[in-house]
């Protein structure tokens, strides 16, 4: 815009301008707990963006206080913390809940599963949020999507993996069900939260980890630990960050401010993918040309058979109880439909404009 027009746009726009920056007197303080250390790059970062957010646009009628992992309540309990009101909302990641119901892990990421942008399309356009609402219910909780990470890296090896029999004996920190696939496969998977993976990792305790991508790797860095950094990361294609709200304390907010909490879950769940694409494209950059890290492609024999057990894997949960089968159901169409759609539009293009 030019400065006339601004100026212009200013003077039109002056009642707005001179409108008092008087706050709401706050109606509701609330507590957000999380899985994340306080302020953690990503998701932390995520989390704190979200109660900003719900308190601007509430002009401060809603007060949020996030606490780190442990701060108020050990990190994985953080949902049953929020289920019976310690706290009024969180903020993690589904698949940590399938202790809850097998379910949850179809909110988060499962292997070969949907990209970021499609998660979005299947949770708010495609049936998913429904379901997702059905699985949370029993446990008073409401859920949202609230951050997506993008496709994460395959992870830091020691080791090259040129050929399955390259993962027999692996050791590798890799939780959930990239674990179980790993395992199958001969490998032994190690579950090892965040702030244990760079010791284990350097002292040859694992030989491989998995965390997230370039920006968080960078971070906690992993590439003064292992040689190898591969991609891509078939076990978490676009994970889904979750805020889950207790249904009471909702309930007891006028509409008007349950409007905002839920757009403000939907603004933060954009936000934090395009803080990821934007942060993990400086950062592989830094890793490949400052660090001189070897950035390797798992080759295709590798791929296809970690796609083949993965299936598998993710069939075996479904068939576990009902809920998880008709939540599995509705995942399997839409990825065969995206799958359709996308090889002719984001695989096409992408292809082309590597040619
Ligand atoms: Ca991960």
Redesign the pocket.
């Given at each position: 815009m030019k400065r006339r027009d601004f100026l212009k746009g200013a003077a039109v726009g002056g009642a707005l301008a001179a409108a008092p920056s008087v706050r709401a007197e706050t109606q509701f303080k609330w507590k957000m707990v999380t899985t994340w250390p306080k302020n953690f790059p990503g998701m932390g970062a995520g989390a704190n963006f979200l109660a900003q957010t719900i308190g601007e646009m509430s002009g401060g009628r809603i007060e949020v206080k996030v606490y780190g992992g442990k701060e108020l309540v050990p990190e994985m309990e953080i949902f049953d913390a929020v289920s019976r009101g310690t706290a009024e909302m969180g903020h993690g990641a589904a698949y940590y809940w399938k202790g809850k119901s097998e379910a949850a892990q179809f909110f988060a990421a499962v292997p070969f599963g949907l990209t970021g942008q499609e998660m979005n399309a299947w949770l708010y356009h495609g049936g998913g949020m429904k379901l997702w609402e059905e699985v949370y219910a029993p446990f008073g909780l409401i859920p949202t999507a609230a951050g997506n990470t993008g496709v994460?890296m395959g992870g830091w090896f020691n080791r090259e993996i040129n050929a399955l029999k390259d993962l027999e004996g692996l050791k590798m920190r890799i939780p959930g069900l990239g674990g179980e696939v790993l395992k199958r496969l001969g490998g032994t998977p190690v579950n090892l939260p965040g702030g244990e993976i760079f010791t284990s990792l350097k002292s040859g305790a694992i030989d491989a980890t998995?965390?997230?991508g370039p920006y968080n790797d960078l971070a906690f860095g992993l590439y003064k630990a292992a040689k190898y950094y591969y991609y891509p990361g078939w076990h978490?294609p676009g994970?889904t960050l979750e805020c889950f709200i207790n249904k009471k304390a909702f309930e007891a907010l006028p509409k008007d401010l349950q409007s905002i909490v839920l757009n403000a879950c939907r603004v933060a769940n954009q936000d934090m993918l395009a803080d990821y694409t934007a942060r993990n494209n400086e950062a592989l950059h830094a890793l490949v040309k400052q660090h001189g890290v070897d950035l390797r492609r798992f080759s295709d024999e590798v791929l296809k058979k970690l796609k083949a057990i993965s299936d598998e894997v993710v069939a075996e949960v479904a068939a576990k109880d009902p809920l998880t089968q008709k939540v599995f159901d509705s995942f399997r169409a839409f990825r065969e439909q995206a799958v359709a759609w996308h090889d002719v539009s984001e695989r096409a293009y992408l292809n082309a404009r590597a040619l």
């Amino acid at each position: 815009m030019k400065r006339r027009d601004f100026l212009k746009g200013a003077a039109v726009g002056g009642a707005l301008a001179a409108a008092p920056s008087v706050r709401a007197e706050t109606q509701f303080k609330w507590k957000m707990v999380t899985t994340w250390p306080k302020n953690f790059p990503g998701m932390g970062a995520g989390a704190n963006f979200l109660a900003q957010t719900i308190g601007e646009m509430s002009g401060g009628r809603i007060e949020v206080k996030v606490y780190g992992g442990k701060e108020l309540v050990p990190e994985m309990e953080i949902f049953d913390a929020v289920s019976r009101g310690t706290a009024e909302m969180g903020h993690g990641a589904a698949y940590y809940w399938k202790g809850k119901s097998e379910a949850a892990q179809f909110f988060a990421a499962v292997p070969f599963g949907l990209t970021g942008q499609e998660m979005n399309a299947w949770l708010y356009h495609g049936g998913g949020m429904k379901l997702w609402e059905e699985v949370y219910a029993p446990f008073g909780l409401i859920p949202t999507a609230a951050g997506n990470t993008g496709v994460q890296m395959g992870g830091w090896f020691n080791r090259e993996i040129n050929a399955l029999k390259d993962l027999e004996g692996l050791k590798m920190r890799i939780p959930g069900l990239g674990g179980e696939v790993l395992k199958r496969l001969g490998g032994t998977p190690v579950n090892l939260p965040g702030g244990e993976i760079f010791t284990s990792l350097k002292s040859g305790a694992i030989d491989a980890t998995e965390w997230v991508g370039p920006y968080n790797d960078l971070a906690f860095g992993l590439y003064k630990a292992a040689k190898y950094y591969y991609y891509p990361g078939w076990h978490e294609p676009g994970t889904t960050l979750e805020c889950f709200i207790n249904k009471k304390a909702f309930e007891a907010l006028p509409k008007d401010l349950q409007s905002i909490v839920l757009n403000a879950c939907r603004v933060a769940n954009q936000d934090m993918l395009a803080d990821y694409t934007a942060r993990n494209n400086e950062a592989l950059h830094a890793l490949v040309k400052q660090h001189g890290v070897d950035l390797r492609r798992f080759s295709d024999e590798v791929l296809k058979k970690l796609k083949a057990i993965s299936d598998e894997v993710v069939a075996e949960v479904a068939a576990k109880d009902p809920l998880t089968q008709k939540v599995f159901d509705s995942f399997r169409a839409f990825r065969e439909q995206a799958v359709a759609w996308h090889d002719v539009s984001e695989r096409a293009y992408l292809n082309a404009r590597a040619l």
